[in-house]
């Protein structure tokens, strides 16, 4: 499958933005759709996951500020960033996985600048 995010972009502290990552095919397969980072210089880490039963799961740092949903009718999963800062500045990637057969696919990311 191939995935490609949207939304990135530039924005001042305290601002919003919303990521959304388009899928080319039917994403009701995956039992595991997520949202990763990595800023300069750091390992990729987990923001968001969001699981077939709708189960979510936060990072400590983006508790109450992000929003992860999927919309399986569209094929998207999408990331509402809320009260971002500077610390929030990375590339956000998404990620889906399929735990029977292990088929896991990453986009190619799309940056998110947060300025002081």
């Known amino acids: 499958v191939q995935l490609v995010e949207s939304g990135g972009g530039l924005v001042q502290a305290g601002g919003s933005l919303r990521l959304s990552c388009a899928a080319s095919?039917?994403?009701?397969?995956?039992?595991?759709m997520g949202w990763y980072r990595q800023a300069p210089g750091k390992q990729r880490e987990l923001v968001a996951v969001i699981t077939s039963g709708d189960i979510t799961n936060y990072a400590d740092s983006v508790k109450g500020r992000f929003t992860i949903s999927r919309d399986n009718a569209k094929n998207t999963v999408n990331l509402q960033m809320n009260s971002l800062k500077p610390e929030d500045t990375a590339v956000y990637y998404c990620?889906?996985?399929?735990?029977?057969?292990?088929?896991?696919?990453w986009g190619q990311g799309t940056q998110v600048t947060v300025s002081s």
């Open positions: 095919r039917s994403i009701g397969i995956f039992n595991r």
């Open positions: 990620n889906v996985f399929n735990l029977i057969t292990h088929y896991d696919s």
